[in-house]
């Protein structure tokens, strides 16, 4: 059959709107909408046969979904007034009913199920195009920052804002403060034991009064004016070790933002004295989702400096010999006897790629270490009983103990954390 006797049988189904005509025909030429395919098959058809032109208001497939593109436009933009965004994404939810009408209407005609275009898709990009023009935003088919669900079934448009990111480095300058939030084991974060403030909390639910997170994120979120605020983390250092120099990679997450157009740079001025001297944020940046994968999963190398006391009296040719050994050297670690409690009790193989230091006077020295990632530095230097080999104490042969550790470097091993592709201008 010819397009024109596909069109005469499709009007002869029932009363058609012009996009529902037009959709038969979706691929054929470029640049018009299906609405003026439909119109121009009325009129050639109404030529051709010499009868009068007549336009149907109603339609017996989309029920007059197709006359309220302008309508639903309308109402997505409303629900997102408020929030701030670029890209945008639109769906639709189609009544199985419709759905069928669709699929009946191309039976009737004798036409492949997938001739033209869905309803749905359609929907998708008529809406989405108005809402564009209503919001002065693109449509993004990756992670948008609003997605919008139109439910043709109730007349409502479900959002959904995807969160924001900013990215930077960090610098725990005091001990004894945790990277993240730290529930109070006792109350398991409640504050309450049998009905009372806990002892071991003080009542606040959480181990340690102050946290990075908790130093950085509410600043982000309120700036953003999210719903909540995650802080993720290229690994973490020990709650007693500061993290110094370039800092830790992080990034902060914020949930339903209504703002992502901050100034990074106030950002993190505000942070900094938030943190008033405890934490220092460095390198700032908006990001995009892609960045939280990549801060927890790149592999990156570690730089250490440490204090050590030893158990006997060390001679300094006795320490470089022994450091000598250890820089370059495969080591075998057990899993370490003071995490054991939440890690698997495996052993590991990690590379020392440097190893320097000098004793302070014949009890005492100061270590530089830079290993693999995942090199458990203060049992390379313990041996933690014989579950690390080769350590420092085994080489020594004399009891040894980290008494501060620094974490002054972290850096991804083949490739820096921040690109291009990550970060947003």
């Known amino acids: 059959m010819s397009i024109l006797e596909d069109a005469r049988a499709a009007l002869a189904t029932g009363p058609l709107c012009d996009s529902c005509l037009g959709r038969l025909f979706a691929d054929r030429s470029f640049g018009l909408a299906n609405a003026e395919r439909g119109h121009a098959l009325r009129v050639t058809l109404a030529l051709a046969d010499d009868d009068p032109f007549e336009e149907s208001e109603d339609c017996w497939v989309c029920e007059g979904e197709c006359d309220r593109f302008d309508w639903w436009a309308e109402q ?25 009408n669709d699929e009946l209407l191309r039976e009737d005609v004798g036409l492949d199920p997938d001739a033209g275009e869905a309803l749905k898709t359609e929907l998708n990009r008529e809406v989405g195009k108005r809402i564009g023009d209503l919001t002065d935003a693109e449509v993004e088919f990756g992670r948008p ?28 300058l005091k001990r004894d403060i945790p990277q993240t939030k730290w529930p109070c084991n006792d109350c398991n974060g409640t504050g309450l034991w049998q009905g009372e ?13 102050e946290s990075v997170e908790q130093l950085s994120a509410p600043v982000v979120r309120e700036a953003m ?24 990679p992080f990034v902060i997450e914020v949930m339903e933002p209504r703002k992502r157009d901050v100034d990074a740079d106030v950002l993190e001025s505000d942070i900094n004295a938030f943190a008033d001297g405890k934490v220092e944020v460095t390198d700032l940046h908006l990001a995009t989702h892609e960045m939280v994968e990549r801060v927890k999963e790149l592999d990156a190398s570690k730089t250490y400096r440490m204090d050590v006391e030893f158990g006997d009296a060390v001679d300094a040719d006795a320490l470089q010999d022994a450091l000598a050994e250890l820089d370059g050297a495969t080591i075998q670690q057990e899993t370490p006897q003071r995490v054991t409690h ?26 530089r270490i830079h290993g693999e990632g995942g090199l458990y530095v203060k049992e390379l230097v313990s041996s933690d009983g014989g579950r690390t080999e080769p350590s420092l104490a085994g080489l020594l042969d004399t009891d040894a103990v980290v008494t501060a550790l620094d974490v002054i470097d972290v850096q991804g091993e083949d490739e820096p954390f921040a690109t291009d592709e990550y970060l947003k201008e």
């Open 145 to 172: 920052a609003v997605q919008l669900t139109l439910d043709l079934a109730t007349d409502e448009v479900e959002t959904h804002v995807n969160s924001a990111f900013v990215y930077g480095r960090y610098r725990k």
């Open 76 to 100: 997505a933009a409303s629900a997102v007034r408020g929030y701030e965004f670029d890209t945008y994404q639109v769906g639709t939810k189609v009544p199985p009913l419709l759905e069928e």
């Open 197 to 209: 403030p806990c002892d071991g909390c003080d009542g606040s639910g959480y181990r340690y009064d």
């Open 225 to 248: 004016d999210g719903e909540e605020a995650v802080f993720h983390g290229a690994g973490r250092e020990d709650v007693d070790a500061r993290m110094l120099d370039s800092g830790r």
């Open 342 to 367: 939440r890690r698997a009790d495996i052993t590991r193989t990690r590379t020392v790629y440097d190893a320097e230091g000098e004793l302070t006077d014949d009890r005492h020295a100061e270590l």
